[in-house]
T-cell receptor, first 114, second 116 residues
Framework: DGGITQSPKYLFRKEGQNVTLSCEQN?????MYWYRQDPGQGLRLIYY???????QKGDIAEGYSVSREKKESFPLTVTSAQKNPTAFYLC?????????????FGPGTRLTVT | AQTVTQSQPEMSVQEAETVTLSCTYD???????LFWYKQPPSRQMILVIR??????QNATENRFSVNFQKAAKSFSLKISDSQLGDAAMYFC?????????????FGTGTRLKVLA
């Protein structure tokens, strides 16, 4: 079955450590996205990528970094510069061109930094 | 810039009754897409329904339908015959064409409670 996987589901880190969240898709989608979800704030865009080896900052990119070396993979690194990293992180993908085409989402990763 | 507003943080509905969730958006584009997503307690985002702006006919998916008012920039979701499994967060989303790429803008969500 096609879909998006994110691992792990729960992640715990000490303050000051970088941590990488995994996102893999087998939907053959060109576009991939990372969102952060906090209570009462909906989904906020961190980074997005339309093609391999290219990505753009979203609305809250500070303290985060990404790479897109393969079409299927779009890992997100939460760096120690992110002031409030504890949140629920969602990865999504979609076709990059054409009509309609909603986003498909992974199950999310809950990151807790103490 | 486009914005999406969901003015109802929380709604309640009796099982088997009908409920309408509101969504308004702001845009200068003439052609765009709108979506409603459901996020149950598992937190998996699930597409409920989509609407293409150039289509005047309101989209329908089983018990879910929308009231799309393009001039008013309104996109409400109606859930008929509500079921306990409908309890979830519901997000309205707009697909924007910005700087040669598609971006999706989400509202802050409406928490729907279904009462037995």
């Amino acid at each position: 079955d096609g879909g998006i996987t994110q691992s792990p589901k729960y992640l715990f880190r000490k303050e000051g450590q970088n941590v990488t969240l995994s996102c893999e898709q087998n939907l053959n989608h060109d576009a991939m996205y990372w969102y952060r979800q906090d209570p009462g704030q909906g989904l906020r865009l961190i980074y997005y990528s339309q093609i391999v080896n290219d990505f753009q900052k979203g609305d809250i990119a500070e303290g985060y970094s990404v790479s897109r070396e393969k079409k299927e993979s779009f890992p997100l690194t939460v760096t120690s510069a992110q002031k409030n990293p504890t949140a629920f992180y969602l990865c999504a993908s979609s076709r990059a061109q054409g009509p309609t085409y909603e986003q498909y989402f992974g199950p999310g990763t809950r990151l807790t930094v103490t | 810039a486009q914005t999406v507003t969901q003015s109802q943080p929380e709604m309640s509905v009796q099982e088997a009754e009908t409920v309408t969730l509101s969504c308004t958006y702001d845009t200068s584009e003439s052609d765009y897409y709108l979506f409603w997503y459901k996020q149950p307690p598992s937190r998996q985002m699930i597409l409920v329904i989509r609407q293409e702006a150039y289509k005047q006919q309101n989209a329908t998916e089983n018990r879910f339908s929308v009231n799309f008012q393009k001039a008013a920039k309104s996109f409400s979701l109606k859930i008929s015959d509500s079921q306990l499994g409908d309890a979830a967060m519901y997000f309205c989303a707009y697909r924007s064409w910005t700087s040669g790429t598609y971006k999706y803008i989400f509202g802050t969500g409406t928490r729907l409670k279904v009462l037995a």
